[in-house]
């Protein structure tokens, strides 16, 4: 059984471009979250998606958006990069009322 | 508002005992987590508490809630050299799909 899975695995940008990131969910779960952690510090929230639409969302501006397809898959876009948007990019998924959250081994963005 | 805060490092021997404090703030916390980090990597969920309970072990792991001091510790039993990573606690405020709040972690360095 995969766990969960993400793509790509580091990925560099420069200002002002657009950039989309891969979450596929472990089998079974329902509901996938992003998080964005920055050198040192402890996971961000960014969003949770769960039956294909937004359900929560953190202090995170409009660049950052989402989507989930049937499957359950995301993706996390973020447009207009600024360099602070460098960070670990991390996807968990769950299910059910315990909301533990298996994470995946994250995306690495490098914003030059 | 939500802050979960964690001591920065701590350093122990090979064979000792170690705890990992956190502090909460939000007392409608509903579940507690601990994870861990190795470099490079993704966060793994190690265990969590319930908030109407006190005590939860797992083989060498025991956490330890305080609600009234709002205060969760994680002791390792035992500790190894393959222990030595950042260890975050998360909170999140109901049941269901919630975002999780980390602290920012705590390093484990393991002497041999």
């Known amino acids: 059984d995969a766990g969960v899975t993400q793509s790509p695995t580091h990925l560099i940008k420069t200002r002002g471009q657009q950039v989309t990131l891969r979450c596929s969910p472990k089998s079974g779960h329902d509901t996938v979250s992003w998080y964005q952690q920055a050198l040192g510090q402890g996971p961000q929230f960014i969003f949770q998606y769960y039956e294909e639409e937004e359900r929560q969302r953190g202090n995170f501006p409009d660049r950052f958006s989402g989507h989930q397809f049937p499957n359950y898959s995301s993706e996390l876009n973020v447009n207009a990069l600024l360099l602070g948007d460098s960070a670990l990019y991390l996807c968990a998924s769950s299910s059910g009322p315990s909301n533990e959250q298996f994470f995946g081994p994250g995306t690495r963005l490098t914003v030059l | 508002g939500e802050d979960v805060e964690q001591s920065l490092f701590l350093s122990v021997r090979e064979g000792d005992s170690s705890v990992i404090n956190c502090t909460y703030t939000d007392s409608s916390s509903t579940y507690l987590y601990w994870y861990k980090q190795e470099p490079g990597a993704g966060l793994q969920l190690l265990t969590y508490i319930f908030s109407n309970m006190d005590m939860k072990q797992d083989q060498r792991l025991t956490v330890l809630l305080n609600k009234k001091d709002k205060h969760l510790s994680l002791r390792i039993a035992d500790t190894q050299t393959g222990d030595s990573a950042i260890y975050f606690c998360?909170?999140?405020?109901?049941?269901?799909?919630?975002?999780?709040?980390f602290g920012s972690g705590t390093r484990l360095q393991v002497q041999p």
């Open positions: 998360a909170e999140t405020m109901d049941t269901g799909r919630r975002a999780l709040t």
